[in-house]
């Protein structure tokens, strides 16, 4: 066979095999699909990651005026205490 240029397994000299099917669509579309609903539940989790750095923010705020007003309070109370003791 002077004119049959493949080896083995049906390899031709070039390295390409005839016998290889290109990839089917339907694996590409599964695949499409896979990283589609990842995406969609990356965009789910940084949307309740931003909830809850948002009521994070909120309550830390919160916190900050109820510390704020209890030392006014407090300081209240010591300056009562003071004109009590002092005209007593």
Do not use: W
Request: aromatic share 2%; glycine share 4%; charged share 35%.
């Amino acid at each position: 066979m002077a004119c049959d240029n493949t080896k083995n397994g049906g390899e031709n000299e070039n390295g390409s095999n005839k016998n290889i099917e290109p990839p089917e669509d339907d694996n590409n579309e599964d695949i499409t699909e896979e990283y589609e609903l990842l995406e969609s539940t990356l965009d789910e989790l940084n949307s309740a990651l931003d909830f809850l750095e948002r009521k994070n923010d909120d309550i830390h705020q919160q916190l900050k005026e109820l510390l704020q007003s209890n030392i006014a309070i407090r300081q209240e109370m010591r300056e009562e205490n003071k004109e009590v003791s002092n005209s007593n």
